[in-house]
């Protein structure tokens, strides 16, 4: 296989990669640095007997992935305060034409699924991922994994009974959701506590991410008042030069913060039934560093 042929053909497989490697990750860098390392496999190894380069290059990124989320997992255990994924933008565009595979991809990367994912081993979240995201067969998921099928249907039913338990219920209507932070945006800037509480769920819950490297609570907050306090309480003090963008991230509207055009913090609402049922803010700078150039 040429050079040129080689790259066209990595190149035609890279969004599945990164897909893969991200589900399974959670943060964007971890998952390029994988990617880029299935593609100096595939580059410079001897490629003569591989008859399916798909499914080659995604058994690759899977057993690397495997490996760094392994590391990854111990790193966790010393991390200051909640933990949420780095935010990943997310456009699916005409290359996902069909409403019900666009909302099972939008769900397998969503803030909600991804915090649930990151409490599955890792062999179970590769299971999971590539079952329940990319609908791989069993056979080739246990050939991935070197595994038996046998083996990988445990697996995987372990892990959907997991993340079934777990994960919490939201609404997947882009416009839905987006309208809804429009309200929180308005509400909040505008000082509105009233307006706030009006889109707050009773039991509402505010999950912050810092990694104590920016002011954020370190621990859930939870029920209307208290979140509706605080988000209050936040938006007074403000940020210098203030600016908002909304994004398509991680399959939904999300809201970006820029302080000075610089991303300060990112926020993401859970929305059922017309109500704020979780405030997802990501303000450790490490984690919105891709965010910059969008």
Request: with cysteine.
């Amino acid at each position: 296989m040429a050079t040129d042929t080689a790259t066209e053909v990595f190149e035609e497989h890279r969004p599945v990669l990164m897909g893969v490697a991200y589900r399974m990750l959670g943060r964007v860098a971890d998952a390029e640095d994988v990617v880029q390392e299935a593609w100096l496999r595939w580059s410079g190894g001897d490629r003569s007997d591989v008859r399916a380069p798909r499914a080659y290059l995604v058994r690759v990124t899977t057993r690397l992935a495997i490996d760094r989320l392994r590391q990854a997992q111990a790193r966790n255990e010393a991390y200051v305060g909640p933990w949420l994924p780095e935010p990943y933008v997310t456009d699916f565009g005409d290359a996902v034409a069909d409403t019900a595979e666009r909302a099972v991809l939008a769900d397998s990367v969503s803030l909600a699924v991804l915090v649930v994912l990151e409490t599955l081993s890792p062999l179970e979240r590769a299971v999971f991922v590539l079952r329940e995201a990319f609908g791989y067969p069993y056979a080739e998921i246990a050939a991935t994994l070197d595994r038996s099928e046998p083996a990988v249907r445990q697996l995987a039913g372990r892990a959907r009974r997991h993340v079934e338990e777990r994960r919490p219920r939201y609404e997947v209507d882009p416009a839905a959701q987006r309208a809804l932070t429009e309200r929180f945006l308005a509400a909040a800037t505008e000082g509105d506590i009233e307006g706030l509480m009006s889109v707050l769920a009773p039991d509402v819950r505010l999950v912050g991410d810092s990694g104590g490297l920016a002011p954020a609570p370190v621990r859930v907050i939870e029920s209307a008042d208290k979140v509706g306090r605080f988000v209050e309480g936040v938006t007074r003090k403000g940020v210098a030069d203030p600016s908002y963008r909304f994004l398509e991230v991680n399959g939904g509207p999300a809201l970006l913060v820029l302080s000075g055009g610089k991303p300060d913090s990112l926020v993401q609402l859970g929305v059922l039934d017309g109500r704020v049922q979780c405030v997802y803010i990501v303000r450790n700078p490490e984690k919105l560093r891709s965010l910059a150039a969008d």
